[in-house]
C-alpha cells in the first residue's frame, strides 16, 4: 500500500517537474535525466521520513564495546544530505517560486 502511494506520488512529481522544462523548451535528456535523479532522491527522502518517524529521532544501539548507547538516529542527517541534493537538482533546472510556470491541469 504505501509503495503504492509512493510511485503515484513519484509519478506525478515527475510529470509535474516534467511539464515545467516542457514550458521553457528544455525537455531535453540531460534534463530528462536530472529530473530522474530528483525523483529517486524523493523515493529516498520518503522511507527516511518513515525511519525517523518509525524508529525516533534518537535510537538506542550497541557499540563496539558492546554497551547500549542513545544516538541520533542518522536517517536525520541523510534526510538533510537528501533534500539539498534535491534543492541542488530544482536550482539545476532554475525551478523555484519565482520561476515557476503554472497550467490549470498541472496539479501535484
Known amino acids: 500500500m504505501k509503495g503504492e502511494i509512493l510511485l503515484k506520488k513519484s509519478d506525478k512529481l515527475r510529470k509535474s517537474l516534467i511539464s515545467q522544462l516542457k514550458f521553457r523548451n528544455a525537455d531535453i535528456d540531460v534534463f530528462t535525466a536530472l529530473i530522474d ?17 518509525e ?3 534518537i535510537i538506542r544501539e550497541k557499540n563496539s564495546a558492546g554497551c547500549e548507547v542513545c544516538k541520533c538516529n542518522p536517517s536525520i ?19 523555484s517560486l519565482d520561476t515557476v510556470l503554472t497550467d490549470e491541469n498541472d496539479e501535484l
Open 77 to 95: 542527517k541523510e534526510l538533510r544530505d537528501t533534500n539539498k541534493s534535491m534543492l541542488a537538482i530544482l536550482k539545476q533546472l532554475n525551478l
Open 55 to 57: 524508529r525516533g529521532e
Open 37 to 53: 535523479d530528483y525523483i529517486a532522491l524523493f523515493s529516498i527522502s520518503e522511507r527516511l521520513k518513515t525511519d525517523i518517524s
